[in-house]
């Protein structure tokens, strides 16, 4: 039978994909351990707004397979896959769930950490935006949703070695080489996502930065006078 090399996943959505890993084993442990790695653990949270961001509207304007369009499940996509019966590349349903649920809690895991106040060492840099019963609520959630990402990982970690070993279908191979092997010639390629697409998405991205990094506050009150 031959057998056909087809793209499927571009370097931006790999390179997303490892770092994203990366920055949230990093704020795992930063924010475990707390203490003077707390800052840091900030930062990381920052980097990982800035990625989501950059995914969002990769999942827009980027190549075949990595928007959200062409993976995003209906109903009948999910039945043909339940009876065997869906092919594709990229993203099987139950997969593109996975992936959706991962955006969705490390969305909310971002935005809880820019407001919350732990009111010992570290106040997110748009503290200052909501009520204090309101950052209260979300440091709670914020510390609460970190053990749902975790499960949620190590299902993900788990349906990839299912693959592996049971179905012999290797899915971390092509997230490092971005491409698979196929015996269906109407699987083609990932098309567009070029440089002018990714250029955007990396602007975007700085812009979300910088202002979840308080770039929108208001300046601080000038200190008072001094007393003579």
Not at 52 to 73: D, E, H, M
Not at 124 to 140: I, Q
């Amino acid at each position: 039978m031959e057998r056909y090399r087809v793209k499927v996943w571009d370097v931006p959505t790999r390179l997303f994909h490892w770092l994203l890993l990366l920055l949230t084993v990093g704020v795992f442990i930063t924010g475990f351990l707390g203490g003077g790695l707390i800052e840091l653990h900030g930062q990381f949270g920052l980097a990982i707004a800035g990625l989501l961001a950059f995914r969002l509207v990769w999942g827009v304007i980027g190549s075949t397979y990595a928007r959200f369009a062409q993976f995003v499940p209906g109903p009948a996509r999910v039945f043909a896959y339940l009876r065997g019966q869906w092919h594709g590349l990229g993203h099987n349903p139950l997969g593109a769930f996975s992936v959706l649920g991962m955006l969705v809690l490390m969305l909310f895991q971002v935005v809880s950490g820019l407001v919350a106040d732990d009111q010992i060492s570290f106040a997110g840099p748009l503290r200052a935006l909501v009520s204090e019963s309101t950052a209260n609520w979300f440091t709670g959630m914020h510390k609460l949703s970190v053990w749902l990402i975790v499960g949620l990982v190590s299902l993900h970690t788990l349906s990839v070695i299912f693959y592996a070993v049971v179905k012999k279908n290797n899915l971390l191979f092509p997230m490092f080489t971005g491409h698979k092997t196929v015996d269906d010639p109407s699987l083609k390629s990932a098309r567009g996502g070029g440089w002018l697409a990714f250029v955007l998405a990396v602007l975007v991205a700085a812009a979300v930065v910088w202002v979840a990094n308080g770039g929108l506050n208001p300046p601080p009150p000038p200190p008072p006078p001094p007393a003579w």
